[in-house]
């Protein structure tokens, strides 16, 4: 392996290593750990670019690698979006009892009178 090719091997593990973490922390849906390791993740992927080697992407160690990543970050949508559901469903019920908030109703009579 020349030394462009396993440091691109070093990185795609690592960003397979923090894509793991960062699945198993919305699971436990620890916004602050998230939040971190998507900035991990970004950095990472900023080295890949600037690294520019296509030969560790293509052989069957990569390809394997890569497949995974995206086995987790199609898992990784899938619970943001199961989140991002349970969360709008969350504001609509509170926006629905808005209105039966007893100083509400006191404020509505207030305004009548």
């Not at 198993?24 to 080697?53: C, P, T, Y």
């Not at 629905?96 to 908030?101: H, I, L, M, P, V």
Request: glycine share 6%; hydrophobic share 40%; net charge negative.
């Amino acid at each position: 392996m020349s030394g462009n090719e396993g440091k691109a091997c070093s990185l795609w593990k690592d960003y397979l290593f923090v894509t793991r973490e960062l699945d198993k922390f919305i699971i436990q849906d620890n916004v602050d750990m998230v939040l971190n390791l998507i900035d991990q993740r970004e950095r990472l992927q900023a080295e890949i670019e600037k690294l520019d080697d296509d030969v560790y992407k293509v052989s069957p160690e990569g390809q394997k690698i890569l497949l995974d990543i995206q086995k987790l970050n199609d898992h990784i949508v899938r619970q943001l979006e199961m989140l991002r559901n349970l969360l709008e469903k969350q504001q609509k019920v509170a926006v629905a009892y808005d209105g039966f908030r007893p100083e509400f109703v006191g404020n509505q009579m207030d305004q009548k009178g």
